[in-house]
């Protein structure tokens, strides 16, 4: 899986690359257990000041392979399975994290933008938050950060209807920095990555630390919360349906769900 997942270390800028364009990106166990893996020793290596995250052009990740999910669903809590090693792996990031974001952003592609500290996107950019479509509930403490930063209406409308939006919304309700160009956004991301690597690294890491000070301790424990009911809802009567209806590509009906 290593090459679905390209690391580069280059003057203090690790980039993290999601190479697996024919299927939008979506991510599967062992794709999550490699970029766990990345953010992880990111974490412990010195030479690491900055993460830089970005998919294909044209595509950042659609989320979570469904046929993956099905056929290998994510239920270890202890150890917890790789997708939650990520989750754990960028929230708890010490040092800065940037993201680069072109085409599909879906599910975790959105919800991982909400621990970066910079985040560009292209003009083709698509986010989308489609975890109770799918008969889920969020995870990365979406649940809790998303009404902090756009307030709790807007939140239920991009959770509760999973409705996709674009990258001009995105930044009107402060999800992203600026949209760019899909021929510079990458470029643009790594100009201002590398400009960070070149700041006083302990101060930095410090002065991210004091701004996530307020809702630190709240987002380990709504992402515990979260992941908990996420382990259930994916045996859930509602997301067997879901996931069916996707795959044999119709309309799910959730009818004679209570």
């Given amino acids: ?53 970005h998919g294909q052009p044209g595509g950042f990740t659609a989320g979570n392979d469904l046929a993956d999910f099905l056929d290998n669903p994510p239920l270890s809590e202890d150890p917890p399975a790789p997708v939650f090693r990520f989750l754990r792996a960028f929230s708890t990031l010490s040092k800065p994290f940037v993201a680069a974001v072109s085409g599909a952003a879906v599910g975790v592609g959105t919800t991982m933008l909400l621990h970066c500290d910079l985040v560009y996107a292209g003009a083709s950019a698509k986010f989308q938050l489609p975890f109770v479509n799918l008969g889920l509930c969020p995870e990365a403490a979406s649940s809790l950060l998303l009404p902090a930063l756009v307030g709790h209406v807007r939140a239920a409308e991009m959770l509760l209807l999973g409705e996709p939006f674009d990258a001009e919304k995105a930044l009107e309700v402060g999800l ?34 004091l701004m996530k000070r307020a809702q630190g301790a709240l987002v380990g424990q709504t992402m515990l919360e979260e992941g908990r009911h996420f382990r259930a809802r994916l045996l859930s009567p509602e997301a067997k349906e879901a996931f069916a209806a996707f795959l044999e590509k119709r309309k799910p009906d959730f009818s004679r769900f209570a």
């Avoid at 470029?187 to 991210?208: E, F, M, N």
């Fill in 176 to 209: 992203v920095n600026a949209v760019l160009p899909d021929a510079s956004v990458l470029d643009h991301a790594l100009t201002q990555a590398r400009k960070l690597a070149t700041q006083p690294s302990a101060a930095v890491r410090l002065t991210k630390q």
């Fill in 1 to 53: 899986m290593s090459e679905l997942i390209l690391r580069e270390l280059l003057h203090g800028v690790l980039r993290v690359e999601i190479r697996r364009p024919e299927k939008k990106n979506a991510l599967t166990g062992p794709m999550y257990a490699v970029l766990a893996d990345a953010f992880e020793a990111a974490e412990g290596d010195p030479a690491v000041r900055v993460v830089l995250i």
